[in-house]
């Protein structure tokens, strides 16, 4: 299972950690990625990060301004976010990769074998 939380409301420029608390399998085995959904439009991926932390990847719309993490002795993935827009207000999911040892990127969403419930970030002044 996937919990994601530390969205809300922020001005623009504001900054956003979101934080995904996994348990139920093994966390450090599996590449992670966030997503993010606004309604009507396709989730989009948003940043991935390998097994091991030690590669991190970004879409083009982010990089720069989010930082992927995780802490696998906490079973934790993090999202900070800084220098917000409000084209990034969307739902944001957590989700981890059916595979393990990979790196979590660039896959169909429905190569992602769990996901969170999502949590709401909204950029507004």
């Known amino acids: 299972q996937l919990a994601e939380s530390g969205g809300g409301l922020v001005q623009p420029g504001g900054s956003l950690t979101l934080t995904c608390t996994a348990s139920?399998?093994?966390?450090?085995?599996?590449?992670m990625a966030w997503f993010r959904q606004v309604p009507g439009k396709q989730r989009e991926a948003v940043s991935g990060i390998s097994f091991s932390g030690g590669s991190k990847y970004y879409a083009a719309s982010v990089k720069g301004r989010f930082t992927i993490s995780r802490d696998n002795a906490k079973n934790t993935l993090y999202l900070q976010m800084n220098s917000l827009r409000p084209e990034d207000t969307a739902m944001y999911y957590c989700?981890?990769?059916?595979?393990?040892?990979?790196?979590?990127?660039?896959?169909?969403?429905?190569?992602?074998?769990?996901w969170g419930q999502g949590t709401q970030v909204t950029v507004s002044s």
């Open positions: 989700a981890a990769d059916s595979e393990e040892y990979t790196t979590g990127w660039n896959k169909p969403t429905n190569e992602y074998g769990y």
């Open positions: 139920g399998f093994t966390f450090d085995t599996y590449g």
